[in-house]
């Protein structure tokens, strides 16, 4: 049945708090006919028509919620938290449920899906960071992330050739959202951890021997790679700019924290 072709806005950081902890976002352009995911055969659209991102992303989040042979309330609430910051009518809600069910399904072929995935979105990288972002938060719904949901996590990674030092860099950023969340959440003044303070330095992708201008200029260089110009460039919708932006927000948080613990330690020494 054809739909509208009225663009659904991408989101990326769609919770802040919650059983997650974590903002996450979400890269997708309208929906079209059902055209990206062939009923019968169960094959993907290998074309980049945001369709695929679309199928690929409720099936995968649902294969992974599965992987540990049950899905949570919380992971449930995960998957609807998506589509309420999409703004799905409940005609798209039922195709976002009906992806995660096939997801679900025993006989879900998660290689061909991101197979295609990686046909389709193949050099467009911060994109794929994006889907594995929010496959890692849907893997932490429920507070852990078990060896079955891990293995999915690293065949995601594989399959859409993801460095593991680029994985461990998003798995980073993911913990900083979640730390920065709990602090917001256990009131004002909270002060950070040591487990955040290693996440930001993680999810710059520096160390804590490195000198503030290295840790600037990866800081500079992370902001470059997602400003929303240059996503777009890559096939990010353009209503995607106040998304990118919110991504932006968190690379900046982990610089600001970082920076302002050695501030503090070179006041104190």
């Not at 890269?27 to 290998?46: E, P, T």
């Not at 960071?129 to 996590?153: C, P, T």
């Not at 602090?183 to 996440?199: C, F, K, L, T, Y």
Request: glycine share 12%; proline share 3%.
């Amino acid at each position: 049945m054809g739909i509208s072709g009225k663009v659904v806005g991408g989101i990326l950081g769609f919770v802040v708090g919650g059983p997650i902890g974590a903002l996450i976002g979400l890269v997708i352009g309208h929906l079209v006919d059902s055209n990206g995911f062939v009923g019968g055969g169960r094959r993907f659209s290998r074309a980049r028509d945001h369709t695929t991102f679309f199928n690929t992303t409720f099936a995968v989040m649902g294969h992974l919620c599965k992987a540990d042979g049950r899905v949570s309330a919380e992971e449930i609430r995960t998957a609807e938290l998506v589509m309420d910051q999409l703004r799905l009518s409940e005609a798209r809600r039922t195709e976002a449920r009906s992806m995660f069910r096939i997801g679900k399904a025993p006989d879900f072929d998660l290689a061909e899906a991101l197979d295609a995935f990686q046909a389709a979105y193949g050099r467009a990288a911060q994109l794929k960071f994006v889907f594995l972002q929010i496959q890692m938060s849907a893997a932490w719904a429920d507070g852990e992330v078990g060896a079955a949901e891990r293995s999915v996590l690293h065949e995601i990674a594989r399959r859409l050739r993801i460095p593991e030092v680029a994985f461990r860099q998003v798995e980073a950023l993911v913990a900083g959202m979640a730390g920065r969340a709990r602090r917001s959440g256990g009131g004002h003044g909270q002060p950070a951890s040591e487990a955040d303070i290693d996440s930001a330095y993680r999810a710059l992708g520096v160390l804590p021997e490195d000198s503030d201008t290295h840790i600037k200029r990866a800081y500079r260089r992370l902001i470059s790679q997602h400003h929303p110009d240059k996503l777009i460039s890559k096939g990010l919708p353009e209503d995607m700019m106040r998304a990118a932006t919110e991504r932006t927000a968190e690379i900046k948080a982990s610089y600001d924290l970082i920076m302002s613990r050695r501030t503090a330690g070179r006041a104190s020494g």
